[in-house]
């Protein structure tokens, strides 16, 4: 009952402060909306006017992608830390996340006219950096979780090389921006279009692996284990890791690549819970999406980009974390 009683007040704290959040960057902008003419337009009393487009075409697609986009992140580095039983792993450091930039930026560079080209070459290469960082770990024959690590940190050098060729190659008045952009994160060209297809993705990813709870739990005692248990390790680990993936390729096609968020996130999830049982991955996901939305409002205030907001966030919780580890008060795994 203790436990039931923690879990629920962890889960309202961060729905609150994510519905807090969301709510404030509603009114957060270069175009000022007040209370008063929100709740008009959400009435349908300033219909046609230009500050209903502005809060239906920009305003409130930023906040319901800054929600989407915290979430999927945070979602996918709860279960890459219950997966590889690793706190390091994340989408940032296993590779995932720069593989799925340089898809974007090569689409970039190709021509790609439509956000469903740049999102397919986002999954494309961050499959690619999955299953690269998977082929260095089998032929190197280290099933220790912390070689997907250090695989993912040589597959992250490689697409980063990438990247940076095809700054050099991009035309510095049009691809080299949009470039920059994916490698540092900004909702700032986000628009209602832009909403629907990683929305679908984001949805879809999550249900799915919230059904497959259970395979996820087993994994997180160790390939032997959930062998005993009757469950294949590696057909699993590729089903989820496929599915965050899709996840992590489709907020990436739309923002870029935001730092920390999919490292930290499960941190605090597991400080608020004490455990990664009972509602562990939802609240990854909300606590995701509270961070993003938390470094999107500095971010607009001073036209920045997220990732120098998030990594800012995550100094104090990494530290505090270190702080904990010294004293022994988190845990071996941790």
């Known amino acids: 009952m203790k436990k039931r009683g923690r879990d629920w007040a962890a889960a309202a704290a961060c729905l609150l402060l994510a519905g807090g959040l969301g709510t404030v960057s509603l009114f957060v902008g270069s175009f000022p909306l007040s209370l008063s003419q929100i709740g008009s337009i959400l009435t349908g009393g300033m219909e046609g006017t230009l500050e209903a487009q502005v809060f239906w075409q920009l305003r409130f697609p930023r906040m319901c992608m800054g929600l989407l986009a915290g979430w999927a992140l945070g979602l996918a580095g709860g279960v890459y830390q219950t997966v590889f039983r690793n706190p390091l792993a994340s989408p940032d450091l296993t590779g995932v996340a720069s593989g799925a930039s340089l898809g974007a930026a090569c689409a970039i560079v190709l021509g790609a006219g439509t956000r469903l080209e740049i999102m397919g070459g986002s999954f494309l290469m961050g499959m690619a950096a999955l299953a690269l960082v998977l082929l260095l770990v089998g032929a190197a024959r280290l099933e220790r979780t912390g070689?997907?690590?250090?695989?993912?940190?040589?597959?992250?050098?490689?697409?980063?090389?990438?990247?940076m060729t095809l700054k050099v190659m991009a035309d510095p008045e049009r691809e080299l921006a949009a470039i920059e952009v994916w490698t540092m994160g900004s909702l700032s060209a986000m628009t209602a279009d832009k909403l629907p297809l990683p929305a679908a993705a984001v949805v879809l990813c999550t249900v799915a692996l919230l059904l497959l709870r259970r395979p996820i739990l087993m994994l997180s005692l160790g390939d032997e284990q959930a062998r005993s248990l009757g469950l294949d390790p590696v057909f699993w680990r590729g089903v989820l890791l496929t599915l965050t993936t899709l996840m992590v390729a489709a907020v990436v096609s739309v923002l870029g690549a935001v730092a920390f968020v999919?490292?930290?996130?499960?941190?605090?999830?597991?400080?608020?819970?004490?455990?990664?049982?009972?509602?562990?991955?939802?609240?990854?996901?909300?606590?995701?999406?509270?961070?993003?939305?938390?470094?999107?409002?500095?971010?607009?205030v001073y036209t920045l980009p997220l990732s120098i907001f998030t990594v800012l966030l995550a100094v104090p919780v990494l530290a505090a974390l270190l702080w904990r580890r010294k004293e022994g008060a988190y845990g071996d795994d941790a």
């Open 147 to 163: 070689s997907y690590i250090l695989a993912g940190v040589i597959v992250s050098s490689l697409a980063e090389a990438g990247l």
């Open 262 to 300: 999919g490292l930290i996130a499960p941190h605090i999830a597991r400080l608020l819970l004490g455990r990664r049982g009972g509602p562990y991955l939802p609240l990854c996901g909300l606590v995701g999406g509270a961070v993003l939305l938390c470094a999107d409002l500095p971010a607009r």
